[in-house]
Protein backbone atom coordinates (compact mmCIF):
# COMPACT_ATOMS: atom_id res chain seq x y z
CA UNK A 1 0.00 0.00 0.00
CA UNK A 2 1.50 3.62 -1.04
CA UNK A 3 0.65 6.67 0.52
CA UNK A 4 0.59 9.82 -1.09
CA UNK A 5 -0.20 12.08 2.46
CA UNK A 6 0.89 15.70 1.98
CA UNK A 7 1.16 18.19 4.48
CA UNK A 8 0.96 22.03 3.46
CA UNK A 9 1.83 24.66 5.33
CA UNK A 10 0.33 27.88 3.70
CA UNK A 11 0.23 31.80 4.61
CA UNK A 12 -3.06 33.46 4.62
CA UNK A 13 -3.83 37.25 4.58
CA UNK A 14 -7.39 38.61 6.03
CA UNK A 15 -8.24 41.24 4.17
CA UNK A 16 -10.59 43.74 5.90
CA UNK A 17 -11.56 46.64 3.98
CA UNK A 18 -13.93 49.21 5.01
CA UNK A 19 -17.34 50.24 2.71
CA UNK A 20 -18.20 53.39 3.18
CA UNK A 21 -22.05 52.58 3.10
CA UNK A 22 -24.14 51.54 5.60
CA UNK A 23 -24.83 47.91 5.97
CA UNK A 24 -28.12 47.01 4.53
CA UNK A 25 -26.97 49.33 1.07
CA UNK A 26 -23.50 47.77 0.77
CA UNK A 27 -25.10 44.07 1.03
CA UNK A 28 -27.59 45.12 -1.47
CA UNK A 29 -24.94 47.15 -3.70
CA UNK A 30 -22.34 43.40 -2.97
CA UNK A 31 -25.31 41.62 -4.43
CA UNK A 32 -25.85 43.23 -7.28
CA UNK A 33 -22.14 43.54 -8.15
CA UNK A 34 -21.60 40.02 -7.37
CA UNK A 35 -24.96 38.25 -9.23
CA UNK A 36 -26.83 34.88 -7.96
CA UNK A 37 -25.66 32.35 -10.14
CA UNK A 38 -28.09 30.59 -12.55
CA UNK A 39 -26.89 27.18 -12.10
CA UNK A 40 -29.84 25.45 -13.77
CA UNK A 41 -28.83 27.85 -16.93
CA UNK A 42 -25.18 26.64 -16.83
CA UNK A 43 -26.18 23.70 -16.53
CA UNK A 44 -28.04 23.56 -19.25
CA UNK A 45 -25.10 25.11 -22.04
CA UNK A 46 -24.36 23.18 -24.81
CA UNK A 47 -19.89 23.41 -24.52
CA UNK A 48 -17.73 25.19 -22.53
CA UNK A 49 -17.30 27.78 -25.01
CA UNK A 50 -21.25 28.30 -24.36
CA UNK A 51 -20.28 28.32 -20.26
CA UNK A 52 -17.53 31.17 -20.96
CA UNK A 53 -19.74 32.74 -22.85
CA UNK A 54 -22.42 33.23 -20.27
CA UNK A 55 -20.22 33.60 -17.78
CA UNK A 56 -19.34 37.11 -19.10
CA UNK A 57 -22.57 38.55 -19.24
CA UNK A 58 -23.51 36.94 -16.03
CA UNK A 59 -20.43 37.91 -14.11
CA UNK A 60 -19.62 41.25 -15.76
CA UNK A 61 -16.93 42.13 -12.52
CA UNK A 62 -16.00 38.63 -12.86
CA UNK A 63 -17.76 37.13 -9.70
CA UNK A 64 -21.05 35.48 -9.00
CA UNK A 65 -22.56 34.36 -5.62
CA UNK A 66 -22.91 30.49 -5.18
CA UNK A 67 -23.64 30.79 -1.53
CA UNK A 68 -25.25 33.63 0.75
CA UNK A 69 -25.96 33.17 4.30
CA UNK A 70 -27.37 35.79 7.08
CA UNK A 71 -25.37 35.12 9.89
CA UNK A 72 -27.66 37.23 11.81
CA UNK A 73 -30.28 34.73 11.38
CA UNK A 74 -27.83 31.90 12.20
CA UNK A 75 -27.69 33.85 15.57
CA UNK A 76 -30.59 34.84 16.85
CA UNK A 77 -31.30 34.51 19.85
CA UNK A 78 -27.97 34.19 20.98
CA UNK A 79 -25.40 36.87 22.71
CA UNK A 80 -24.41 37.48 19.32
CA UNK A 81 -25.58 40.34 17.80
CA UNK A 82 -23.57 41.53 14.42
CA UNK A 83 -24.90 42.10 11.22
CA UNK A 84 -23.37 39.78 9.10
CA UNK A 85 -23.90 38.26 5.33
CA UNK A 86 -21.40 35.57 4.83
CA UNK A 87 -20.69 34.54 1.07
CA UNK A 88 -18.94 31.89 -1.68
CA UNK A 89 -18.15 34.37 -4.39
CA UNK A 90 -16.04 32.86 -7.36
CA UNK A 91 -16.28 32.26 -10.96
CA UNK A 92 -16.68 28.17 -12.60
CA UNK A 93 -15.24 29.23 -15.38
CA UNK A 94 -12.02 31.21 -13.90
CA UNK A 95 -11.54 28.12 -10.77
CA UNK A 96 -11.64 26.07 -14.03
CA UNK A 97 -7.71 27.15 -15.66
CA UNK A 98 -6.76 26.19 -11.95
CA UNK A 99 -8.32 22.80 -11.31
CA UNK A 100 -7.63 20.99 -14.43
CA UNK A 101 -4.05 21.71 -12.86
CA UNK A 102 -4.83 20.03 -9.62
CA UNK A 103 -8.20 19.65 -8.17
CA UNK A 104 -7.62 20.64 -4.53
CA UNK A 105 -7.68 23.99 -5.56
CA UNK A 106 -11.44 23.64 -5.00
CA UNK A 107 -10.84 24.33 -1.26
CA UNK A 108 -10.55 27.65 -1.80
CA UNK A 109 -12.45 28.17 -5.00
CA UNK A 110 -14.92 29.91 -4.44
CA UNK A 111 -13.49 32.75 -2.65
CA UNK A 112 -15.15 32.64 1.60
CA UNK A 113 -16.02 36.53 1.91
CA UNK A 114 -17.82 38.15 4.57
CA UNK A 115 -19.95 41.67 5.10
CA UNK A 116 -20.21 42.88 8.36
CA UNK A 117 -21.10 45.91 10.59
CA UNK A 118 -18.49 46.08 12.95
CA UNK A 119 -19.29 47.69 16.53
CA UNK A 120 -18.90 50.92 15.72
CA UNK A 121 -21.84 50.09 12.66
CA UNK A 122 -19.19 50.46 10.13
CA UNK A 123 -19.51 48.35 7.43
CA UNK A 124 -16.48 45.97 7.01
CA UNK A 125 -15.83 43.55 3.69
CA UNK A 126 -13.67 40.48 5.04
CA UNK A 127 -11.69 38.31 2.48
CA UNK A 128 -8.32 36.01 2.60
CA UNK A 129 -6.18 37.24 -0.20
CA UNK A 130 -6.48 34.89 -3.21
CA UNK A 131 -3.17 35.54 -5.25
CA UNK A 132 -1.46 33.63 -1.31
CA UNK A 133 -3.95 30.93 -0.89
CA UNK A 134 -3.47 29.83 -4.57
CA UNK A 135 0.07 30.39 -4.54
CA UNK A 136 0.60 27.40 -1.91
CA UNK A 137 -0.24 24.99 -4.58
CA UNK A 138 3.54 25.48 -5.95
CA UNK A 139 2.41 25.94 -10.09
CA UNK A 140 2.68 28.84 -11.63
CA UNK A 141 0.04 28.58 -13.94
CA UNK A 142 -1.92 28.18 -10.91
CA UNK A 143 -0.41 31.52 -8.94
CA UNK A 144 -1.00 33.32 -11.75
CA UNK A 145 -4.90 32.89 -11.79
CA UNK A 146 -4.38 34.01 -7.69
CA UNK A 147 -2.84 36.83 -8.80
CA UNK A 148 -5.98 37.71 -11.60
CA UNK A 149 -8.60 37.40 -8.84
CA UNK A 150 -6.53 39.64 -6.42
CA UNK A 151 -7.36 42.43 -9.41
CA UNK A 152 -10.85 40.91 -9.72
CA UNK A 153 -11.42 41.56 -5.87
CA UNK A 154 -9.35 45.00 -5.99
CA UNK A 155 -12.10 45.81 -8.87
CA UNK A 156 -15.39 44.70 -6.69
CA UNK A 157 -13.83 46.53 -3.42
CA UNK A 158 -13.12 49.84 -5.44
CA UNK A 159 -16.94 49.63 -6.71
CA UNK A 160 -17.81 48.97 -3.46
CA UNK A 161 -16.22 52.36 -2.77
CA UNK A 162 -13.79 50.96 -0.71
CA UNK A 163 -10.21 51.29 -0.82
CA UNK A 164 -8.38 48.30 -2.20
CA UNK A 165 -5.38 47.41 -0.04
CA UNK A 166 -2.17 47.87 -1.65
CA UNK A 167 -0.92 43.91 -1.37
CA UNK A 168 -3.85 43.20 -3.83
Do not use: C
Not at 137 to 155: F, K, S, T
Amino acid sequence: MTTDTAVIDHPARRLVVAIPSPYDTAREHYEALVPEIDLHRFLRMASWQATLELAETKAPFGFMRYYRSDIAAVMAGSPSSWKATQYLMGNHTIAERMFRHDPSVMLHAPLRTLLYADPDGDTKLAVDQPSLLFASYGDPRIADVGRELDALLARLITLLGGDPPPQL
